[in-house]
């Protein structure tokens, strides 16, 4: 087999890179290691931003999105059990995010693909990439178990696969360069079937420790506790989780927590990782594979969607134009947002979680933040101005985004 672009991975970095390349004429196939029902109903992100959901509409895949999606003007804070409105809307002058669930966006995006025509082959085996460091790049995988083994030559590769994928080892020890802090705070979060608790998603700071409450539909909500990142699942019975949730997120003026079925729930550690550059020779890695952030900021999706834009103008601006140097400024331009979002997401979870381990002056000035935070419009501007999606800083390679 043969196309421009071998794209490994099928989650929101490779379907959306895959069609944003179909939309410049340019071909791709995918190779995803899970099944499609696997990938469509895998719970993860919930909240877009701002220019997620422009791109979703520019790019003709956003019409279930604005249907089904639910727009939020703000979030609340709170801490000491006190809320505090930001006013996402105004103090962007406009902005908002949209609540749409990370496995929607795949189904939307895979959907689109397959009616355009595009080629994704799930539940793969055994994907290896060769030849990276050549004009003649190439994929191998086995369509299933002890299968033939497959071969796509192709221009470029993208690796599009998550944390643990191949792709990011690839990248030579000497050239790669991986930077990282382990959290010791753990997200349980649940899906459970109540009515929507609030409005609008409320981060809550407690002695107890970290709970967010979020939404889905009308009648699925999900919500998140801190606990210990090795805690097992087994010690949490449903019970536990509500009494849990509803004493970290209780106010002083006496709003209460509805309750109801748990349909899922899970632990998830946390941890900030970048790896730089994210290039090496004809690998272009894109997403979770190249970096991670802690869910606090809601930031992962959006920054795999800015990864496979910047990616997406640097390939056509070589097909197009014939310009190989465009797609060498990729790194240096997703890296900058990265390490932006890297920035806002550690800040919002060491602002919000209990560290156990903190003095009882580092939980003086935690709290302190929180107070100065909710009270400072200048504070409150910077957090809404981060939360709802710092835009591509393009530098040099804005001649290049206004001619493609
Ligand atoms: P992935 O979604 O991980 O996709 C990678 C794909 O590659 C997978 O489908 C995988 O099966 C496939 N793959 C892996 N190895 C191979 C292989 N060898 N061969 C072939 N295919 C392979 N982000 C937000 O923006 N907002 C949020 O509100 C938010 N909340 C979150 C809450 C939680 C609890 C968690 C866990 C994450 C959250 N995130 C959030 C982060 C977000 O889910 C990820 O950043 C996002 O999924 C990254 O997309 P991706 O396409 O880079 O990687
Ligand atoms: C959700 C996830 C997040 O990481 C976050 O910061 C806000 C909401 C969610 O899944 O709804």
Redesign the pocket.
């Known amino acids: 087999m043969k196309t421009q672009v071998a794209i490994i991975g099928a989650g929101p970095a490779g379907l959306m890179l895959s069609h944003l390349l179909h939309l410049e004429g340019i071909d791709s196939i995918i190779v995803e290691c899970r099944t499609r029902e696997e990938i469509e109903g895998t719970?993860?992100?919930?909240?877009l931003e701002q220019g997620t959901v422009d791109l979703m509409n520019a790019t003709g895949v956003g019409t279930r999105m604005m249907r089904e999606g639910h727009v939020h003007h703000g979030i609340e804070l709170q801490y000491n059990g006190i809320r505090h409105r930001v006013n996402m809307y105004e103090l962007t002058e406009g902005k908002t995010i949209m609540?749409y669930?990370?496995h929607e966006i795949i189904k939307d995006l895979v959907a689109r693909r397959l009616k355009d025509q595009g080629t994704i082959y799930f539940n793969v085996r055994d994907v290896s990439l060769h030849n990276i460091n050549t004009d003649t790049p190439k994929i191998q995988f086995r369509k299933e178990e002890n299968s033939e083994l497959l071969e796509i030559t192709c221009d470029f590769i993208a690796g599009c696969d998550g944390y643990h994928g191949p792709s990011r080892k690839m990248i030579p020890d000497e050239i790669r360069n991986e930077k990282k802090q382990i959290y010791p705070f753990g997200?349980l979060?649940i899906l459970a079937k109540t009515p929507i608790a609030n409005p609008e998603?409320i981060?809550a700071n407690h002695d107890r420790g970290f709970a967010?409450i979020?939404?889905?539909t009308p009648q699925i909500q999900?919500h998140?506790l801190q606990v210990d990142p090795n805690d097992d699942i087994a010690n949490w019975s449903d019970d536990r989780i509500w009494s849990e949730l509803k004493t970290r997120v209780e106010t002083k003026d006496g709003w209460t927590l509805p309750d109801g079925p748990i349909i899922q729930k899970n632990i998830v550690s946390m941890r900030s990782f970048v790896c730089e550059p994210m290039q090496y020779g004809r690998l272009f890695i894109a997403g979770d594979a190249a970096h991670i952030v802690p869910?606090?900021?809601?930031?992962?999706l959006n920054l795999a969607m800015s990864d496979v834009q910047v990616l997406t103008k640097g390939v056509a601006a070589f097909y197009h134009c014939g310009d190989k140097d465009k797609m060498q400024r990729y790194s240096d331009i997703a890296l900058r947002r990265v390490w932006k979002a890297q920035r806002f997401s550690w800040w919002?979870t060491t602002m919000l979680h209990r560290n156990h381990n903190h003095s009882p002056f580092e939980r003086g000035i935690q709290v302190s933040e929180l107070a100065y935070v909710t009270s400072s419009r200048a504070a409150l501007t910077s957090l809404s101005e981060n939360y709802t999606g710092l835009p591509i800083e393009w530098g040099s390679m804005e001649a290049l985004h206004s001619q493609v």
């Open positions: 719970i993860r992100a919930g909240v609540v669930p990370q997200w979060g998603l981060y967010l979020s939404t889905r999900r998140y869910p606090t900021g809601a930031k992962g919002m």
